[in-house]
Each structure stands twice: as structure tokens, then as C-alpha cells.
Nanobody, 113 residues
Framework: LLVESGGGLVQPGGSLRLSCAASRSMYSMGWYRQTPGKQRDLVATITNSGSTNYAASVKGRFTISIDSAKNTVYLQMNSLRPEDTAVYYC????????????WGQGTQVTVSS
């Protein structure tokens, strides 16, 4: 249902763009990240009306956007830091009231010199 792409290895200060395509329109889409032994944390979300929400740690560095015609969400990550290293998961909320949520398979982002 969700197809992610764009992870990889980048040096500190570099940039990456993640993409996640859904098979249909969603109420909201976003990105979460997880490191071994820790919980999955919110990175950024965007609703189909364009409202965004960012984790404090990525504000000013990451930008989330959505192409509603393609049902695709993007996460532009700039000024990457080693602490941004994690598996990034795409999230999509199909129905907020019923709590119908989908997750992508995850894509590894590694920030290292």
C-alpha cells in the first residue's frame, strides 16, 4: 500500500529526500523514525489540507510536502546530523475517526563521515 524510497548514506551536513507513494488518497501522511532499542518517534506529518507538524529536533532542517495528485509525500532532509541516523517509516492515516493507519516497510538513513 505504501512504497518508500530515498534512504541511504550521507555525510553530516548533507541532504536526502525520502518519498512515499500511497495507492490511494489519505487523510494524512508522514514520517516516523526508529533506532535500535528505542520507540518509533514522529518526524513530520502533513494532512491532505496541507497542515504540517514537525518534531522539534528537525524544525528548520526538514521539510515535508505532499503531491495530492500522486498520493505521494516527500521529506526533504537538509543539514543532516549523525543523530538523524535511523530507519525512517512512512505513515498514512486513511481514516482518522476509525484509526485506520498504514506503515511502510522502512528505509535506512545513515549520516556518517
Amino acid at each position: 500500500l505504501l512504497v518508500e524510497s530515498g534512504g541511504g548514506l550521507v555525510q553530516p551536513g548533507g541532504s536526502l529526500r525520502l518519498s512515499c507513494a500511497a495507492s490511494r488518497s489519505m487523510y494524512s501522511m508522514g514520517w516516523y523514525r526508529q533506532t535500535p532499542g528505542k520507540q518509533r518517534d514522529l518526524v513530520a506529518t502533513i494532512t491532505n489540507s496541507g497542515s504540517t507538524n514537525y518534531a522539534a529536533s528537525v524544525k528548520g532542517r526538514f521539510t515535508i510536502s505532499i503531491d495530492s495528485a500522486k498520493n505521494t509525500v516527500y521529506l526533504q532532509m537538509n543539514s543532516l546530523r549523525p543523530e538523524d541516523t535511523a530507519v525512517y517509516y512512512c505513515n498514512a492515516v486513511a481514516n482518522k475517526i476509525l484509526g485506520i493507519t498504514y506503515w511502510g516497510q522502512g528505509t535506512q538513513v545513515t549520516v556518517s563521515s
